[in-house]
């Protein structure tokens, strides 16, 4: 075995005993948490048809592209599958079960997989989608799977899902401010409640990657610095809709997030901006050459892109989703 891969596996048995020891401070007791059911009519009550019929009503004033964006969000969110067996498959874990890797996994699976669960059942009772061609996006952003430029690298998907989890969260608290604001106050208060998941596995991600950051700093810095140079893409870039490639639905997508505010190219370096505070880019030590040029790369990109999300465009153009009824 290669030293480069002999370190890798020292580092992420490190970090495999603190993401033990760090699932109290970042998951929630199952027992204890919210459930999709907490939020949604209650089928067993008497009330339930005037309770959707409520529902209904308060969805009927939803923008076209606030519908379009909180569909797009549903879809990546119930993609968990791909998500479990792509970080399953990353290298150097001790494959354990009951390991730190495979414990986490599971359990933060388990905590995002309410988000899906939450947010189709409530487009299906709102009346504005049509479910069978969601449905078919959804299926095929699982059978496809996604090339996030990750690898197999534990450092590289350490840096991805903390840019992610932070990105989801700014992308369901806008949706909860936009439903607020058309008069929906159950949707507002759902993807709140999704938020604050996404907000604190966020923390737990960059966490995770600090400990990095404080036995392996060389190495982790050429890797977020190759992840910054590739661009993070996003899950939703492998949305597609019958007859459509990989990638035009995304397009149009990230349109009508764009044209809201719910996720913009600023938001983008403002997410990078964060890590790097977070993870003490800039007073970084114990740095050779080229982890040197890969924090200088890392310090002068936001303002970069931030000249560039300046020259663009608001998107006008308008799109008729397949997903949405009518």
């Avoid at 939020?39 to 519908?67: C, G, H, M, W």
Wanted: glycine share 6%.
């Amino acid at each position: 075995m290669s030293f480069f891969a002999d370190k890798r596996r020292e580092v992420m048995m490190h970090i495999e005993k603190y993401m033990l020891e760090s699932m109290g401070t970042y998951l929630k007791p199952i027992d204890t948490n919210w459930q999709p059911s907490d939020f949604l009519p209650d089928s067993t009550s008497e009330t339930f048809y005037q309770d959707i019929r409520i529902l209904r009503e308060n969805a009927k004033d939803l923008s076209y592209d606030l519908v379009a964006v909180l569909i797009g969000d549903t879809i990546t969110e119930e993609a968990l599958p791909t998500y479990e067996s792509w970080l399953a498959m990353v290298d150097g874990h001790s494959g354990d079960e009951e390991g730190g890797w495979m414990k986490w996994v599971r359990h933060w699976t388990a905590e995002e997989n309410r988000h899906g669960d939450l947010l189709n059942k409530y487009l299906y009772l709102s009346g504005r989608v049509d479910m069978r061609q969601m449905e078919i996006s959804t299926q095929y952003l699982i059978a496809d799977g996604f090339d996030i430029g990750t690898g197999h690298d534990p450092y590289r998907n350490f840096i991805y899902t903390s840019f992610q989890e932070l990105a989801t969260n700014v992308s369901h608290r806008r949706v909860a401010s936009l439903a607020k604001k058309d008069g929906d106050a159950l949707l507002s208060k759902m993807c709140g409640v999704i938020a604050s998941d996404e907000a604190r596995h966020a923390k737990a991600y960059k966490d995770f990657m600090n400990r990095i950051f404080e036995v392996d700093p060389n190495e982790a810095m050429l890797a977020f610095e190759d992840m910054m140079r590739k661009k993070i893409v996003m899950p939703a870039h492998f949305l597609r809709e019958v007859g459509l490639k990989i990638g035009q639905t995304f397009g149009h997508f990230t349109d009508a997030a764009q044209r809201l505010g719910v996720y913009t190219a600023v938001d983008y370096v403002e997410i990078m901006q964060q890590l790097i505070i977070d993870w003490k880019i800039e007073g970084m030590r114990d740095l050779d050459d080229a982890g040197e040029k890969a924090r200088d790369y890392i310090m002068n990109l936001p303002s970069r892109l931030l000249r560039v999300a300046d020259r663009m465009k608001n998107p006008t153009i308008d799109y008729k989703f397949s997903w949405i009824a009518g």
